[in-house]
């Protein structure tokens, strides 16, 4: 019985190692569980903020194009305004030739009178029109060059370096996350 007894007890010591080394191992995998949780904390802490301002700069630089884009579609609308009085005034050139030619006949004919006096009723409205045709196509032409400046400044400040940079910090911000993600996949 005494030899039953010793191997009981020796059994029992046995099974109280083993229960203190599955609690060693239970406290090392829980250990090593909390530091892999602290370290997913830190990394998720330190990556959001890169992505964020990354987006934000990447917002940034679209909302430039966008406006930039905007200014050239003006830009293209006041050139096809300022071809069209362009093509006015080419209206008046050939209107002035007329009244040259209507002139020239005025020395030898004194019967055409009364039609010299008509054409010069029809010069005074054409002279008008010009004037006014002019004063608009200069405001035009203001008003073109104007948006013309502001749509090459616009282009001009498009900050493509910030945005590589921005490109880059988003890169660099996702890798380590892809990374780690590939350890469990």
């Given amino acids: 019985m005494e030899n039953r007894t010793a191997s009981s ?7 109280v190692k083993g229960q203190r080394k599955a609690l ?12 892999l949780a602290a370290l997913l904390v830190i990394v998720v802490l330190t ?33 096809t305004s300022v071809e069209g009085a362009v093509g006015k005034l080419d209206g008046l050139t050939d209107a002035f030739s007329a009244v040259e030619s209507a002139m020239g006949k005025l020395d030898g004919l004194a019967d055409t009178l ?7 009723g029809k010069l005074d409205g054409l002279a008008e029109n010009a004037e006014a045709l002019g004063n608009a196509a200069a ?12 749509g090459i400044r616009n282009i001009s400040q498009i900050d493509f370096e910030t945005l590589n940079q ?20």
């Fill in 139 to 150: 405001r035009l032409e203001e008003m073109d060059i104007d948006s013309l400046n502001r």
């Fill in 9 to 15: 007890q020796d059994l029992l010591e046995v099974l």
């Fill in 166 to 185: 921005a490109i880059s910090d988003l890169s660099a911000a996702v890798q380590p996350l892809a990374e780690f993600a590939n350890l469990f996949g």
């Fill in 24 to 35: 060693r191992h239970s406290r090392i995998v829980t250990l090593i569980c909390l530091v």
């Fill in 114 to 120: 009364s039609t010299v006096e008509s054409t010069m």
């Fill in 47 to 79: 990556t959001v903020p890169r992505i964020t301002a990354a987006l934000d700069r990447i917002d940034d630089a679209f909302s430039s194009v966008e406006n930039s884009l905007g200014m050239l579609d003006r830009l293209d609308t006041a050139l």
